[in-house]
Structure formats: C-alpha cells, structure tokens
C-alpha cells in the first residue's frame, strides 16, 4: 500500500516563505513524476510544479520565480520551496507521484494559508 505523509504547511505572512516535503512509501516500484497541486475553495485543483526521475522540471505560471520544486530520489521524497508567498498561493496543496506500473497516488494534504 502506498503511502503519502506531507508536511511543512502552515500560515505565513505575505512575502514569506513555507517549505513543504511529501515522502512516499509502502511501494517496491520505482517512482517516476513527481509533483505538486493545490486547490483553493470553491476552485478546481490545478499543476502547481512537477518533477521528472532525471530533474526536468516544470511550473505554472503564478508561481515561476517564487517556488522551487525538488526531490530527493534514495527518500522518495519531494518538496516544494515556497518563496515571497502571496495572499493568492493560499490553498490546500497535495502532493502526487507515479510510480511505474501501478500508477498515481495522491497526498491526503496540506493547509497553506497567506494572511497578515
């Protein structure tokens, strides 16, 4: 069984910074994309980064320049740093990673709330 354990969310100051990990577990497949989302009330959940098993990385467009996706293969782990975090960026974010074979999973979330 597949297992997704994210930390790091929390409530900020606008122009803060957050830094949010996801480690997987529970699986002998290897994984390859891993990525993070986020879904704000009332909203649909949307990309918010992605990274590749080689490091190809990709980001919507809100957040280039502010948020860095990464990963760290030997603890299936991802993460998200999040720079100069606006009122906007507040949302539920999930993580998610694809293993081979067996498909996606996702996170069970975390709260990321910007507000002075």
């Known amino acids: 069984q597949v297992q997704l354990v994210e930390s790091g969310g929390g409530l900020v100051q606008p122009g803060g910074s957050l830094r949010l990990s996801c480690a997987a577990s529970g699986s002998a497949f290897s994984i390859t994309a891993m990525g993070w989302y986020r879904q704000a009330p009332g909203k649909q959940r949307d990309l918010v980064a992605t990274?590749?098993?080689?490091?190809?990385?990709n980001y919507a467009d809100s957040v280039k320049g502010r948020f860095t996706i990464s990963r760290d293969n030997a603890k299936n782990t991802v993460y998200l740093q999040m720079n100069a975090l606006k009122p906007e960026d507040t949302a539920v974010y999930y993580c998610?990673?694809?293993?081979?074979?067996?498909?996606?999973?996702w996170g069970q979330g975390t709260q990321v709330t910007v507000s002075s």
């Open positions: 990274i590749t098993s080689g490091g190809s990385t």
């Open positions: 998610r990673v694809v293993l081979v074979v067996i498909g996606g999973y």
